[in-house]
């Protein structure tokens, strides 16, 4: 791994996460594309990477459990979190029109989410690794009469023009990301905490875990339990609930919830992302 | 929708959830595939299928949120749970041996599950829409240098060979299919109960709805959270706990969990289904 980057992301330039990464830190942030999340958080840890930027929950496809498998094994921590509104795009080489196109190349996720604008253009989905890869393969062998859907990053990266803009279906599509380094954040303003635990699979055994978080008046923002592999009768549980590391309520918390769970692993604690564009009214 | 059939799926003839319904009902079973999961709750309400079999959550890519979104909006109930082991399988025409193969065409998730199977024999994985679909393309097109990696039953359909069995990196893929039918089910040995329900975000408003399961003495065996589309501050709870809905505590706890939550939908009380291989010691 001899790559040295300030956010390592898992795909390759111009994919969504990268630009999340641009949105999140500004047009001037170095990234670096790796192939597996695994070698995104191997990155940060070798320090070959400030910070590891993966996908914590998706509002189509729910809770990406490989990120969270991989945070229970690493010693990395959650810094930050960055909610980010995914718009598909199609994207063609320069000067070509709409009618020439007959192809349109992409993941299969992302031409599921299209179905409708590609009915209405008649053009005949084809399944690529990914999108960004799609807007390269364009590029690369010079196809005139297909297109992709990717980023808008991919577009300027491949110097491909965006034909249509925000082409799905769906109407929303975030992904919240998790901001992951070595350090400890401060105190925010409006911060969060994410932690791990494990109980016990017998009747009352979560319920008391979570009465800690009542007693100290703390909200809970997310949960969700996890059958652990190999390790019948016993669960994991995400949580992520209001407040910071090391506010008198929530240290108060984990003490008694230490108490009460096998275990407790401390993800972060970390500010507030700005709500989602599909959580707002 | 002309089709009329038994069970219903997502998918093509040979695609591992038909697998799974043939492990589950046994090889006499009439299935019908559709292209979406959609397609599938509106066959089994449209009466042209008795049951729907879609999965709920996978050990490797977690909760399939999508089947619970169907479940919220549909009249359907959980009539059964079934735990099925994923076993991937390079399939190829009679006669191709594997120093023939260059490309092996699947789904990307099946490709990449397959990483250290493809390295060790220098294969070149090539990204399909599913795993039943290339090995209809193996077939379809004569194709003598290449294989897909699918289900057995799969090679079965399209007159395969099994080249290899079993080729998956990863140690475990079970995934939880729902039986989703029209009708109640009796109580079993076991049962368990599945619900949705919703709470205001409010510190403890989760907690004193859990209460109520504790208080009956029910354990539960899956909870996870959702944050309502469009509808901030507000949450969708996803439950399973061991017991059957005419059990007097049952029917307290949901009676007590009704005055508490903004609304409860019951999507099913049904037999729980044998533990999977990756959950045993």
């Not at 942030?29 to 914590?56: R, Y």
């Not at 299969?108 to 399944?127: D, G, I, N, T």
Request: with cysteine; glycine share 6%.
């Amino acid at each position: 791994m001899a790559k040295s980057c300030y956010v390592a992301y898992q795909g390759e330039k111009g994919a969504y996460s990268e630009e999340a990464i641009i949105q999140c830190f500004g047009s001037e942030v170095d990234t670096c594309g790796f192939e597996t999340s695994e070698e995104v958080v191997e990155a940060v840890q070798a320090n070959k990477a400030e910070f590891g930027f993966l996908p914590a929950e998706n509002s189509i496809a729910g809770t990406i459990t490989q990120t969270y498998d991989l945070l229970l094994e690493s010693k990395l921590t959650i810094v930050g979190e960055y909610y980010f509104r995914i718009h598909h795009n199609l994207l063609a080489l320069p000067g070509v029109s709409i009618t020439e196109i007959t192809n349109v190349y992409s993941h299969p996720h992302a031409l599921a989410q299209c179905q409708q604008f590609l009915k209405k253009y008649s053009l005949k989905p084809l399944p690529e690794w990914d999108t960004a890869g799609s807007a390269r393969k364009i590029r690369q062998e010079n196809l005139l009469t297909s297109a992709a859907i990717a980023s808008k990053r991919a577009a300027q990266i491949h110097n491909l023009q965006v034909l249509f803009e925000s082409i799905e279906d769906v109407s929303h599509n975030t992904t919240r990301f998790f901001i992951l380094g070595k350090g400890e954040v401060a105190r925010a303003e409006k911060s969060k905490t994410s932690i791990l635990f494990s109980v016990r699979d017998t009747p009352g055994a979560l319920l008391h875990c979570l009465e800690v978080f009542a007693t100290y008046g703390l909200n809970l923002t997310k949960i969700e339990s996890r059958p652990e592999r190999n390790r019948p009768w016993h669960y994991i549980f995400y949580l992520d609930f209001e407040g910071y590391i090391e506010d008198p309520p929530v240290e108060q918390a984990l003490v008694q919830l230490l108490k009460r769970a096998l275990f407790v692993k401390v993800l972060g604690s970390y500010p507030e992302g700005a709500l989602p564009e599909w959580q707002k009214t």
